[in-house]
C-alpha cells in the first residue's frame, strides 16, 4: 500500500532542500494535545525540528512519523494480521512554535489519501480537520498529533550502531568542530578542536542502553578518562562551557545520516561524511 508519488506530486526530489511559502492555516488542537504543550517549556526545549523516528503502539495499531534532514516526513499506521499502509515523503512547513504542518499541495486528495489508507486498516470515528496534518514538537524526543477524538504522544526509536565518520560545526563564536570515527563494535575515535586551537584526539568505548530508547553511553570504566579529555579540551578552548558526566558522553543514531550527542548541555546533530 506504499503510494508512488511521482504521478502525483508536482516537485522532483531537487525541491527536497527549498524554501516553501503558503497561506497560513489554522492549527487546531484538541483539548487532549494543550495540557502537553502548556508543560513543554518544563522539558527539553526545542529549538528547531528534530529528525529521527518517532513511532506509537498499542494493543490498536502501530503508528510511526519518520523525520528528515531536508525537512520531509512519512507516515506508517499498521494493525496486526493487515498489510501495513505507508506513505510519503512530504514537505514539512514551519508554524508558530513548535509546530510543523506536512504539506499536501500538488497531491491528489491531499491527507484524505491518509485518512481513507487508515479508516480501511482501522475504522473508527471520523477524522477532524488538521488530524494527522500538523506535528507538534512536545521535547526533542516526542511528538504529538491529533487523530480522530484524541491525542498521540509519539516518542522517539533510537537505532542500533551505524559505522561511519560524523562531524558537527558549531556556527557560532566559539567555533568548535567535533568528529566521531565510530566503529562496529562500539568504539568511537573523537576528534574536538575550536577557533583554530590543537586537535584532541582520543578513543573511548561506548555500550549499548536500551531505555528510554536505544543509545549508546561511554563505558562506565572510561567515564574518568573523558573528563579528563573535556578539562584538556577547555584548556584549549576557554570559552566552552563542558558538563563532565553528560557531555559527548552519549551517542544517539537518530537516522541512517544522523547522530545525536550532547555539547554544553544541549543536543547537536552530527552528519555522517
Not at 558549531?170 to 576528534?191: E, F, N, T
Not at 578542536?193 to 584532541?200: N, T
Request: charge should be neutral; glycine fraction near 6%.
Amino acid at each position: 500500500m506504499v503510494r508512488d508519488h511521482s504521478k502525483l506530486r508536482m516537485r522532483d526530489a531537487s525541491d527536497a532542500r527549498a524554501e516553501h511559502s503558503s497561506v497560513a492555516r489554522t492549527s487546531p488542537m484538541m483539548k487532549l494535545i494543550q495540557p502537553w504543550l502548556m508543560v513543554v517549556q518544563l522539558l527539553m526545549c526545542v529549538m528547531a525540528q528534530d529528525v529521527g523516528r518517532f513511532e506509537f503502539s498499542s494493543n490498536e495499531f502501530y503508528m510511526a512519523f519518520s523525520v528528515y534532514e531536508d525537512h520531509r516526513v512519512g507516515i506508517t499506521f499498521r494493525v496486526d494480521g493487515k498489510p501495513a499502509f505507508a506513505d510519503g515523503l512530504y514537505h514539512l512547513l514551519k508554524r508558530p512554535g513548535n509546530t510543523y504542518e506536512v504539506d499536501f499541495r500538488n497531491t491528489f486528495k491531499g491527507v484524505d489519501y491518509w485518512y481513507d489508507n487508515i479508516d480501511l486498516l482501522f475504522p473508527g470515528k471520523k477524522f477532524r480537520k488538521g488530524d494527522l496534518a500538523f506535528l507538534y514538537y512536545q521535547t526533542a524526543d516526542s511528538i504529538a498529533v491529533n487523530f480522530r477524538d484524541r491525542g498521540i504522544l509519539l516518542t522517539r526509536v533510537g537505532f542500533g550502531i551505524n559505522p561511519g565518520i560524523y562531524l558537527y560545526r558549531s556556527p557560532d563564536a566559539p567555533r568548535l568542530k567535533v568528529v566521531y570515527d565510530i566503529y562496529a563494535d562500539g568504539g568511537v575515535r573523537m576528534q574536538v578542536w575550536c577557533d583554530g586551537g590543537p586537535s584532541h584526539y582520543e578513543i573511548f568505548k561506548f555500550n549499548r542502553a536500551d531505555r528510554p530508547y536505544v543509545h549508546y553511553v561511554v563505558d562506565p570504566t572510561e567515564q574518568a578518562a573523558l573528563d579528563r579529555y573535556l578539562d584538556d579540551v577547555e584548556k584549549s578552548c576557554p570559552a566552552l562551557n563542558l558538563k563532565k558526566g553528560r557531555d559527548l558522553a552519549s551517542v544517539t543514531f537518530a537516522t541512517g545520516v544522523t547522530v545525536v550527542i550532547p555539547v554544553e548541555g544541549a543536543r547537536q546533530l552530527l552528519e555522517k561524511l
